[in-house]
């Protein structure tokens, strides 16, 4: 029974009794219609651009910190500081670094410029430079899960962070219609032809132009091309590449608009069963040379197993999945490998029956490595069912599990990465265990892909000796 008005509520009884509806209706404002959504957005927005700034120089641009003797010799270049003092001393070409002369600081370019150096004159048995064999492609690392919250954008940009840190030279791909990746790198993405709609409209247009000169050949009219697929085939996926704050990373951003790919995929889809929807995205990353000018390419993914997931897993050579070390979590992480394996068998049962009809060798999807991560793990109140997730995802998994600290908060706060924020903001101490959660993270995901790299120049070079 209600409350009555006047009649006071008891103290022990929770907060959920004797609520009055009067004076609950009183507290309501007028009812909701669209047009408040639209304000409600406006004010979003305007918040959103504000908070997203707090990590930016005051000119509206994002610049990347410096990196002090210290950071540099411990954790960029393998080598003393007395030592990297003395061939800057007898090298006044190099980069001489900014400050007093017993705390220089560098900028990731002139880090890059010194690693080189020290790879072509250092001492032969150090690891100056970050391993990539010549001849073989980019490794392509989709980070997915259709369960949001669990750290993937997180872990995503703070891959290629500590990529770039290593050596190699990064392009994220930006498929999460919400942008979040994009914010974190600075980028700016007016609308969706920014993106990568474009390369999946490009690649449907270039499927119907083939089908054109078949249908040519045999007498029938050609299917038309609306103003999306004419201008989308002016679009060289290139041009979508925008520099980032990073020297040595690249971004291809998203923005709301690109949730509209979700829709018009499977309208094209559906007037050309032929075209391979899967593959556009790996097709635009060869048409544009981006395998082979970038060392690694990293796929953000929206929260759901849509048709931009299923663009990036088919590209992918590895799949990270990031989980937290709850029961939703690993439930929810447990259907997405169920819905992979549901989707991906359906597409090969489906192209193999119309292969073998016309005694084509059939296809399969097959990734180099899957690794599940455990994120946000808190040890004191997680530890047992981590071990549990661990023995039934088995090798699937990663060893180390990805510690919150305090430190990956407040870099989150400011719209950044820990390899981002001035160790100075913090204790050394308190730096150099919140940065270990990534760079630990970082060595097996490079573990993987130089294993996966090996395994492949053995696999070419086993072939170059058959032939």
């Not at 929770?14 to 609520?19: H, K, L, R, S």
């Not at 090996?454 to 058959?466: F, K, L, S, Y």
């Given at each position: 029974m209600a409350h009555k008005p006047g009649t006071p509520p008891k103290a022990d009884l929770?907060?959920?009794?004797?609520?009055d509806p009067a004076e609950a209706a009183e507290k309501l404002?007028?009812?909701?219609?669209?047009?408040?959504f639209?304000?409600?957005?406006?004010?979003?927005?305007?918040?959103?651009?504000?908070?997203?700034?707090?990590?930016?120089?005051?000119?509206?641009?994002?610049?990347?910190?410096?990196?002090?003797t210290w950071e540099v010799c411990r954790y960029l270049i393998p080598v003393n500081a007395a030592h990297l003092r003395r061939v800057l001393r007898q090298n006044p070409d190099l980069p001489q670094g900014e400050g007093e002369s017993g705390s220089k600081w560098y900028t990731l370019g002139e880090v890059l410029r010194l690693r080189d150096h020290f790879a072509e004159e250092g001492a032969k048995d150090r690891e100056y430079r970050a391993w990539r064999p010549e001849g073989l492609p980019a490794k392509v690392?989709?980070?997915?899960?259709?369960?949001?919250?669990?750290?993937?954008?997180?872990?995503?940009?703070?891959?290629?962070?500590?990529?770039?840190?290593?050596?190699?030279?990064?392009?994220?791909?930006?498929?999460?219609?919400?942008?979040?990746?994009?914010?974190?790198?600075?980028?700016?993405?007016?609308?969706?032809?920014?993106?990568?709609?474009p390369m999946l409209a490009r690649d449907y247009a270039l499927h119907l132009q083939a089908e054109n000169d078949v249908r040519a050949a045999s007498g029938q009219s050609p299917y038309q091309f609306d103003e999306t697929l004419t201008a989308a085939l002016e679009v060289s996926p290139r041009n979508l590449v925008q520099k980032t704050h990073w020297p040595n990373i690249d971004l291809i951003g998203a923005q709301l608009n690109l949730y509209w790919a979700e829709f018009q995929v499977p309208v094209w889809r559906m007037q050309s069963l032929s075209w391979p929807l899967w593959d556009a995205l790996t097709h635009a990353l060869e048409d544009g040379?981006?395998?082979?000018?970038?060392?690694?390419?990293?796929?953000?993914?929206?929260?759901?197993?849509?048709?931009?997931?299923?663009?990036?897993?088919?590209?992918?050579?590895i799949l990270l999945v990031p989980l937290g070390a709850s029961f939703l979590e690993f439930d929810s992480t447990g259907r997405f490998f169920d819905m992979i394996y549901s989707t991906f068998a359906s597409i090969e049962d489906g192209e193999n029956r119309v292969r073998r009809a016309d005694g084509l060798p059939e296809m399969r999807f097959e990734w180099d490595a899957v690794r599940a991560l455990v994120t946000r793990f808190d040890a004191a109140q997680q530890t047992d069912l981590a071990n549990v997730i661990q023995a039934y995802f088995g090798d699937f998994m990663t060893t180390y599990r990805q510690e919150m600290t305090a430190m990956v908060g407040q870099a989150g706060e400011q719209v950044s990465g820990i390899y981002e924020t001035d160790y100075r903001d913090f204790n050394r101490d308190t730096y150099v265990r919140g940065r270990e959660t990534f760079d630990r993270t970082w060595a097996e995901v490079k573990e993987v892909i130089l294993g996966t790299w090996?395994?492949?120049?053995?696999?070419?070079?086993?072939?170059?000796?058959?032939v």
């Open positions: 929770p907060p959920y009794f004797n609520i404002s007028a009812p909701i219609d669209t047009a408040r639209a304000k409600a957005a406006a004010f979003a927005m305007r918040g959103r651009d504000d908070l997203a700034r707090r990590g930016y120089a005051p000119d509206g641009t994002k610049r990347l910190r410096k990196f002090s690392v989709a980070v997915a899960n259709f369960k949001g919250g669990v750290g993937k954008t997180s872990t995503c940009a703070h891959l290629a962070m500590s990529a770039a840190l290593d050596g190699y030279k990064v392009l994220v791909i930006d498929l999460d219609s919400q942008g979040s990746m994009t914010s974190i790198m600075g980028g700016k993405v007016e609308d969706e032809w920014q993106t990568v709609f040379g981006m395998l082979a000018e970038y060392d690694i390419i990293l796929l953000d993914t929206p929260p759901a197993l849509g048709y931009l997931t299923i663009n990036a897993l088919s590209a992918a050579d090996w395994r492949d120049q053995q696999m070419m070079a086993a072939e170059r000796e058959a």
